[in-house]
């Protein structure tokens, strides 16, 4: 159980277009999902909170006109990597919670997808 | 906010010996503490979780102790194995569920 799929898990697209990921909770239901960035040998940082029916919580320093978050259901929310760059290259990971757990409950995270901006 | 330190950043053992990372936080209101396996290019794994009402937690080769007075909890795998070689994340969690990771350990075991 919990498991969360994660699409595409590699996109190569040119400077300038527009990039969607895709995150779903298969089996439990997500109020709550979060994403996370991944730079080569370093940690998950968090860029945002997406919560279902609102506004995305962003992290100090993320731009959130540049990486858009929709949760429109309890088991999709999606990050849209705007005008990418090739600075926005990087492992990109949701994660997400069951609705019926409490805070102190493990995360399951999605697969990742590997962007690569040329 | 929270801020997670973890030791070492690499690791290095024999094949059956024991491994021990460790984590400091800064929040004392951090009440759970998950540690993850990363093996490269895949995602973070659950391995071991720990309550803050709980001072150690056993799965089979993996330990996780945790100490709330000094604020810090360690990873420990006992006779490691090839395959235990990855990355290991620790990471605190404080009231509304966010998730701080560590920085990282590669672990690697030699046959």
């Known amino acids: 159980g919990a498991v969360v799929s994660q699409h595409p898990s590699r996109v190569i697209c040119k400077s300038g277009t527009s990039v969607k990921i895709e995150c779903r909770s298969l089996?439990?239901?997500?109020?709550?999902m979060f994403w996370y960035r991944q730079f080569p040998k370093q940690s998950l940082m968090l860029m945002a909170t997406s919560n279902e029916g609102s506004k995305a919580t962003y992290e100090q320093g993320v731009e959130k006109d540049k990486f858009l978050i929709n949760h429109a259901s309890l088991t999709l929310s999606t990050l849209t990597v705007t005008s990418a760059h090739p600075e926005d290259s990087s492992f990109y990971i949701c994660?997400?919670?069951?609705?019926?757990?409490?805070?102190?409950?493990?995360?399951?995270f999605g697969n990742g997808t590997r962007l690569t901006v040329t | 906010g929270e801020n997670v330190e973890q030791h070492p950043s690499t690791l290095s053992v024999q094949e059956g010996d024991s491994a021990v990372i460790k984590c400091t936080y800064s929040d004392s209101a951090s009440n759970y503490f998950p540690w993850y396996k990363q093996e490269l290019g895949k995602r973070p794994q659950l391995i071991i979780d720990i309550r803050s009402n709980v001072g150690e937690k056993k799965d089979q080769r993996i330990a996780v102790t945790l100490n709330k007075t000094a604020k810090h909890f360690s990873l420990h795998i006992t006779e490691t194995q090839p395959e235990d070689s990855a990355v290991y994340f620790c990471a605190a969690v404080t009231g509304y569920s966010t998730l701080t990771f560590g920085k990282g350990t590669m672990l690697l075991v030699s046959p």
């Open positions: 994660s997400a919670r069951a609705a019926d757990r409490g805070n102190n409950s493990p995360l399951h």
């Open positions: 089996d439990f239901q997500a109020t709550t």
